[in-house]
């Protein structure tokens, strides 16, 4: 498989550019209709992966999509999606049933540090103020 440097390109961008790259690739590649993944920062699509997979017409593919620690996922998005081709688009692990050359992402977002630190001490945290 070609392998650009697809360094400081947008997710549009670069789903864009491995379309383009993926159809380039063979006279002939198995199956009728492509299925190109990506994600969004913060997580990862792990099944069946990230890139240009060829699939057949109706095939029903599952795919998984899988945070990083700091972060949930928060949906996916997509031609695929669009055309109503993704069973729950809510749900992390899906499947997608095959209609055509379609694109699919999974978006995450950072999940907020809501931890609270004590500035350490014996003291109560009391504020005593007076008003003049």
């Known amino acids: 498989m070609v392998s650009p440097d697809l360094t400081g390109v947008s997710a549009g961008d670069k789903i864009a ?15 009728d209709a492509m299925l190109l993944t990506s994600s969004s920062t913060d997580g990862d699509v792990q099944n069946p992966g ?16 899988v945070p990083d ?15 109503g081709y993704v069973t729950d688009p809510a749900s992390a692990t899906t499947t997608v049933v095959i209609g055509t050359d379609l694109t699919l ?10 931890s609270v630190q004590n500035g350490g001490g014996s003291g109560g945290g009391c504020f005593i103020g007076t008003l003049e």
């Open 105 to 114: 992402q999974a978006t995450f977002k950072q999940i907020p540090n809501t």
């Open 17 to 31: 550019e491995l379309y383009v790259i993926a159809r380039l690739i063979g006279p002939d590649p198995p199956g």
């Open 50 to 65: 990230e890139g240009a997979y060829f699939y057949n017409t109706n095939d029903v593919i599952a795919v998984t999509a």
């Open 69 to 83: 620690s700091n972060a949930e996922f928060e949906g996916w998005q997509g031609t695929a999606v669009d055309g």
